[in-house]
């Protein structure tokens, strides 16, 4: 079993559509998490933090259950320059070591 | 300001040969990461610096692989005897991560291994 595990999609939606993506992780002691994004052939890149409370930036949410060990991405009203591949990232405090899953895939449609 | 850069941007080289991968980072920044990236599937950690030491190099494959930043700044990721299983996306990260604190890493481009 993958550390961090996501369901790869693809994602297919509509403009204005809502759409969640899930995230499991399996190391307990992980402290912080993340969510990137990438573009095809593009690096990663930071899309938002995700904390205990839950945290809302725009048209994106992002939720940690650390019980669960789960973290969730909400975007809503999607827009076609939402297209791109969501990673979950978990890092433990005490080390910079990062591990990634392995994305998400989200095209919006006209 | 300038971002992670990394040199270069695509590598073709034959299987046996040695390889050098630079990354410079954001400046200021004193952690350095190196992932890689194949096709699919999400980057996967190599090896992590915190200023001139490797912090941690839990993630490089084998005793082919090795990565040096002398003077805390750019790093080079070093392999030796390709093999056709090396081919992936190598990126370089950096992050002014310190203990306790929240580490937001900043990609670079990437350096696109192609090994025949």
């Known amino acids: 079993r993958k550390e961090v595990e996501q369901d790869p999609g693809p994602f297919n939606v509509p403009e204005g559509a809502t759409v969640a993506f899930n995230c499991t992780y399996s190391?307990?002691?992980?402290?912080?998490f993340f969510w990137y994004r990438q573009d095809c052939r593009k690096e990663p890149k930071l899309l938002m933090s995700v904390y205990s409370s839950g945290n809302e930036d725009g048209r994106f949410t992002a939720q940690l259950n650390r019980a669960s060990q789960y973290i969730s991405l909400l975007i809503r009203d999607s827009k076609l320059s939402d297209s791109a591949t969501y990673l979950c990232v978990v890092t433990p405090t005490n080390a910079g070591k990062s591990t990634f899953g392995d994305g998400t895939t989200l095209t919006v449609k006209p | 300001g300038a971002g992670v850069s990394q040199t270069p941007s695509n590598k073709v080289t034959e299987k046996g040969k040695y390889v050098e991968l630079r990354c410079d980072p954001i400046?200021?920044?004193?952690?350095l990461y190196w992932y890689r990236q194949s096709l699919g599937q999400g980057p996967e950690f190599l090896i992590y610096f915190q200023g001139t030491g490797a912090a941690d190099d839990s993630g490089l494959p084998n005793d082919r692989f090795f990565a040096v930043r002398p003077e805390g700044s750019v790093s080079t990721l070093k392999i030796q005897r390709t093999e056709r299983g090396d081919s992936a996306v190598y990126l370089c990260a950096s992050s002014s991560w310190d203990r306790g604190n929240t580490d937001t890493q900043y990609f670079g481009p990437g350096t696109r291994l192609t090994v025949l």
């Open positions: 400046s200021g920044h004193t952690a």
């Open positions: 190391n307990s002691a992980s402290q912080s």
